[in-house]
């Protein structure tokens, strides 16, 4: 398992911008599916989007356009940009690994490490 740890959430208004970051430990971070979710107060966690090993990336219908997933191996870092922030992106995400070399689906249960999280909150 690797260790996560974001940062980057926070307070902004609807229409603003967050750059949310994910550091991992290890030295088999480009081995990795990365992924984010989100957990809004009362609702269950849901995908976000996800970015492989060689950079192919999915996203969720609901951030599509809006939201960008990108990954420096350099760097053991994870980034999700997201622009044209919404109430409802109101939630906690977080970043997730999956094991070594598995392309992951939308699940959680694909994703073996996770972190702590960071709140991102949008004001209307």
């Known amino acids: 398992q690797v260790q996560l740890v974001e940062s980057g959430g926070g307070l902004v208004q609807a229409g603003g911008s967050l750059r949310l970051s994910c550091v991992a430990s290890?030295?088999?971070?480009?081995?990795?599916?990365m992924g984010w979710f989100r957990q809004a107060p009362g609702k269950e966690r849901e995908f976000v989007a996800r970015?492989?090993?060689?950079?192919?990336?999915y996203y969720a219908d609901s951030v599509k356009g809006r939201f960008t997933v990108s990954r420096d191996n350099a760097k053991n870092t994870l980034y999700l940009q997201m622009n044209s922030l919404k109430p409802e992106d109101t939630a906690v995400y977080s970043c997730?690994?999956?094991?070594?070399?598995?392309?992951?689906?939308?699940?959680?249960?694909?994703?073996?490490?996770w972190g702590q999280g960071t709140q991102v909150t949008v004001s209307s």
């Open positions: 997730a690994a999956t094991d070594p070399y598995y392309r992951g689906s939308t699940s959680t249960t694909d994703f073996s490490s």
């Open positions: 290890g030295r088999s971070f480009n081995r990795h599916t």
């Open positions: 970015i492989n090993w060689i950079g192919t990336t």
